[in-house]
């Protein structure tokens, strides 16, 4: 028998796995991955949570939470073409111009 | 079903949203005019963007003392709302103003700019005015991806695709937490709701101790103070806005600044009222821990911009101290320092706009040498700003701050207010060393590429006159910040 218990066990792993991910990993595409794997793992917390108070608001916010990441998608890959132009590169140890 | 299409129809409320809903509106019709306008010319779009801008500050006004709810109660357009509402207007108007000729300098006269400048404020009004943690997350990412094209508008500038990228990446990564955090309050309260939780653990006083409520509110708040630039959450700040186009910078510092603060009172003083003392708690720490990092890290900082980054960290602070007074006079303190914010920032960065060379390299302490004798009206008002960012009177910065701490003592911290003040007098000195420099140190340039024009001078005088007169009377702003708080 699967339980919300089993579903929310899952998505905090698929979280933590995307947290250790953006702060592991140099390349620019795998770190937005990572961060799609985080939004992702929230959208299932919704679900299963949904299912679990009875109420539909969850999978509601499912819809928004998916149309924002798309819109990011699409201004975060637009970024990271513009310094790859500028820098033959798109490593974030190369996000080195700005500091201290 | 027909009940419920009915139901529905019946919440919709459009009055409770009619001013981010003409802002939008007007933001798309200037970006379809943009598109039909010759290549390289801006300025009639940044003058229809200030109308634009005119038109939504009316109808909010409309909104004063007159709440409309709408939308099943996820959007309560109140007092507090306009308020907010008012001050990103204000913010983004000041920053349009300035940023017409500077985008002439940089070699970017594109006007898709200005939308974006009036997407970011209508997503900051939905922030301002949202009672559903859905709102808010929406009215965060409009207000947050116009902010991410914005930082790297300089799409050719190393600096300022950099800038945009590590923004975007660190805003993604903080909504993720923000996001986490609402579906756990959802799971243990069954509603996104603000006061749907409220009233749920009034019902349920044992919720308050749920550990999966507790982590639920701290990963919401994860996603806000990431988005005030308080400490530890602000390392993204001083890089965001050293590399983004500098009107973007000073906007960035006022008006999602003050949209987020909106939001994290609206959640924190309603919605999780139930842990009302540990929040305390936990604020005081991060009041005290932000004023002072963002102070003493201004003091080693030799970029004027990247200086101003870490003194709007500091900033951010203060404005906690009234969040950690959790009483009328800190809240309402707390809408008038934005506001004050928003004049002295944006005017100080309107000067630095104005003798900054293409590209800005610049705009370092010794750049600004001797810039009182060459340049003796932009010498004043700088050091005018920079007053008012001490908090010197007969400024505003002065009585911001002196509300702000009047609230803590208030409510008894003693000792935040003192922390406070002494932080105040660290800030003298970094702010002081570009006022020793205009001053007392002999012209290195002539300063000849200054050249003044006419809507970045309207900027600094708006500002100018807002932070004197706010100075020297504040309290008829007062008690609307009072007529504001909840």
């Not at chain 1, 949904?50 to 509601?60: A, C, K, L, P, T």
């Not at chain 2, 709701?193 to 653990?201: C, Q, T």
């Not at chain 2, 603060?261 to 708690?281: N, Y």
């Given at each position: 028998?699967?339980?919300?218990n089993h579903y929310m066990l899952l998505s905090a792993i698929l979280f933590t796995i995307g947290t250790f991910g953006v702060l592991t990993r140099k390349n620019a595409i795998v770190l937005f991955m990572c961060i799609e794997v985080m939004l992702n793992s929230v959208n299932l917390t919704f679900i299963a949570l949904?299912?679990?108070?009875?109420?539909?608001?969850?999978?509601?916010f499912v819809?928004f939470v998916m149309t924002v990441a798309a819109a990011e998608a699409a201004v975060g890959l637009a970024l990271m073409i513009a310094f790859y132009r500028n820098k033959d590169s798109i490593d974030v140890d190369d996000f080195n111009m700005l500091k201290w | 079903?027909?009940?419920?299409?009915?139901?529905?129809?019946?919440?919709?409320?459009?009055?409770?949203?009619?001013?981010?809903?003409?802002?939008?509106?007007?933001?798309?019709?200037?970006?379809?005019?943009?598109?039909?306008?010759?290549?390289?010319?801006?300025?009639?779009?940044?003058?229809?963007?200030?109308?634009?801008?005119?038109?939504?500050?009316?109808?909010?006004?409309?909104?004063?003392?007159?709440?409309?709810?709408?939308?099943?109660?996820?959007?309560?357009?109140?007092?507090?709302?306009?308020?907010?509402?008012?001050?990103?207007?204000?913010?983004?108007?000041?920053?349009?103003?300035?940023?017409?000729?500077?985008?002439?300098?940089?070699?970017?006269?594109?006007?898709?700019?200005?939308?974006?400048?009036?997407?970011?404020?209508?997503?900051?009004?939905?922030?301002?005015?949202?009672?559903?943690?859905?709102?808010?997350f929406?009215?965060l990412e409009?207000l947050s991806v116009?902010l991410y094209v914005?930082a790297g508008?300089?799409r050719?500038q190393t600096r300022s695709n950099e800038a945009g990228l590590k923004y975007f990446f660190l805003g993604a990564f903080s909504t993720g937490f923000l996001l986490y955090g609402v579906a756990l309050l959802?799971g243990?309260?069954?509603?996104?709701?603000?006061?749907?939780?409220?009233?749920?653990?009034?019902?349920?006083?044992?919720?308050?101790?749920?550990t999966m409520?507790i982590a639920g509110g701290l990963l919401l708040l994860v996603g806000f103070l990431f988005k005030i630039a308080a400490a530890p959450f602000h390392m993204w700040t001083p890089d965001v806005y050293q590399g983004a186009?500098?009107?973007?910078?000073?906007?960035m510092?006022?008006?999602p600044?003050?949209?987020a603060?909106?939001?994290?009172?609206?959640?924190?003083?309603?919605?999780?009222?139930?842990?009302?003392?540990?929040?305390?708690?936990l604020?005081?720490l991060l009041?005290?821990l932000t004023?002072?990092i963002g102070?003493?890290v201004?003091?080693?900082?030799?970029?004027?911009?990247r200086?101003?980054a870490y003194?709007?960290i500091?900033?951010a602070?203060?404005?906690?101290?009234?969040?950690?007074?959790?009483?009328?006079?800190?809240?309402?303190?707390?809408?008038?320092?934005?506001?004050?914010?928003?004049?002295?920032?944006?005017?100080?960065?309107?000067?630095?706009?104005?003798?900054?060379?293409?590209?800005?390299?610049?705009?370092?302490?010794?750049?600004?040498?001797?810039?009182?004798?060459?340049?003796?009206?932009?010498?004043?008002?700088?050091?005018?700003?920079?007053?008012?960012?001490?908090?010197?009177?007969?400024?505003?910065?002065?009585?911001?701050?002196?509300?702000?701490?009047?609230?803590?003592?208030?409510?008894?911290?003693?000792?935040?207010?003192?922390?406070?003040?002494?932080?105040?007098?660290?800030?003298?000195?970094?702010?002081?060393?570009?006022?020793?420099?205009?001053?007392?140190?002999?012209?290195?340039?002539?300063?000849?590429?200054?050249?003044?024009?006419?809507?970045?001078?309207?900027?600094?005088?708006?500002?100018?006159?807002?932070?004197?007169?706010?100075?020297?009377?504040?309290?008829?702003?007062?008690?609307?910040?009072?007529?504001?708080?909840?």
């Open positions: 028998m699967i339980t919300v949904s299912r679990h108070v009875g109420n539909m608001d969850g999978q509601i819809f | 079903m027909e009940n419920l299409v009915q139901e529905a129809i019946q919440n919709v409320n459009l009055q409770a949203i009619m001013p981010s809903l003409v802002l939008s509106g007007l933001a798309m019709v200037l970006l379809m005019i943009s598109v039909f306008s010759k290549r390289g010319s801006t300025t009639h779009v940044a003058w229809l963007s200030i109308v634009a801008l005119v038109i939504t500050g009316l109808v909010t006004l409309t909104g004063w003392n007159n709440p409309q709810a709408g939308f099943a109660g996820s959007v309560l357009f109140d007092n507090f709302a306009t308020f907010f509402s008012m001050i990103c207007i204000v913010a983004a108007a000041l920053t349009i103003l300035m940023s017409d000729d500077y985008l002439r300098r940089e070699g970017y006269p594109v006007s898709e700019y200005y939308p974006l400048i009036l997407f970011t404020t209508a997503g900051a009004m939905w922030m301002a005015s949202g009672t559903d943690l859905m709102t808010i929406l009215g409009v116009s914005l508008f300089f050719n959802y243990v309260t069954g509603t996104t709701k603000i006061d749907g939780i409220a009233a749920y653990v009034q019902a349920n006083p044992d919720t308050a101790l749920n409520f186009p500098t009107p973007i910078t000073a906007f510092s006022a008006g600044k003050a949209a603060f909106a939001a994290l009172m609206r959640v924190t003083i309603i919605g999780l009222d139930g842990l009302q003392s540990e929040l305390t708690s604020f005081w009041a005290v004023m002072t102070n003493f201004a003091l080693s900082q030799k970029d004027l911009k200086m101003l003194s709007s500091s900033h602070g203060y404005a906690l101290v009234g969040l950690v007074a959790w009483n009328a006079i800190g809240l309402s303190a707390i809408l008038f320092y934005m506001l004050v914010y928003t004049f002295m920032n944006l005017g100080a960065f309107a000067v630095l706009i104005l003798i900054g060379k293409k590209g800005e390299d610049n705009l370092t302490l010794d750049g600004v040498a001797g810039l009182g004798y060459k340049k003796p009206i932009l010498g004043i008002v700088l050091t005018i700003f920079l007053f008012s960012l001490m908090g010197l009177p007969p400024t505003a910065g002065f009585t911001g701050k002196f509300y702000i701490f009047a609230g803590a003592i208030e409510a008894g911290y003693i000792w935040l207010a003192i922390l406070g003040v002494m932080n105040s007098a660290v800030s003298l000195y970094y702010y002081l060393r570009v006022i020793v420099q205009m001053y007392f140190r002999d012209p290195e340039e002539d300063f000849n590429w200054v050249t003044i024009n006419v809507p970045t001078a309207i900027s600094i005088a708006v500002s100018v006159v807002g932070v004197l007169y706010l100075g020297l009377f504040p309290n008829s702003l007062m008690n609307l910040a009072k007529m504001a708080g909840f």
